[in-house]
């Protein structure tokens, strides 16, 4: 039974690859077109907003109304390297990561 199903399968074509180079690329193509959807789909809008993020934290200063990202509002009182301190309200100032700073409020904004 085994024997007539190994001879009917025949021997490997010649010449190497089943299809040479051309073959091996239309094979790896689906993946590069589906890395190039996702890196400009995903990755490359996601570099960009946090580049943002980043410059919209080292231009911090004194004044500037903040919302965390716990959702707390209020004005920074004081600017250091890793920390900041917010005034959240009269006589109230925590200390907090500039990393939780999650976007800067308009000075139009009513508190």
Request: hydrophobic share 45%; charged share 20%.
């Amino acid at each position: 039974m085994f024997e007539s199903i190994a001879w009917a399968m025949g021997p490997a074509p010649e010449g190497g690859a089943q299809g040479g180079p051309l073959a091996l690329l239309q094979s790896f193509l689906p993946l590069i077109i589906i890395f190039a959807i996702f890196y400009f789909l995903l990755i490359r809008p996601q570099q960009k907003k946090a580049k943002q993020h980043k410059e919209m934290l080292a231009s911090l200063k004194k004044g500037d109304k903040v919302i965390t990202s716990g959702g707390i509002y209020g004005v920074v009182d004081s600017v250091g390297e890793k920390t900041l301190t917010l005034k959240i309200a009269e006589n109230v100032k925590i200390k907090i990561g500039k990393g939780y700073i999650a976007a800067l409020r308009a000075t139009s904004e009513e508190d």
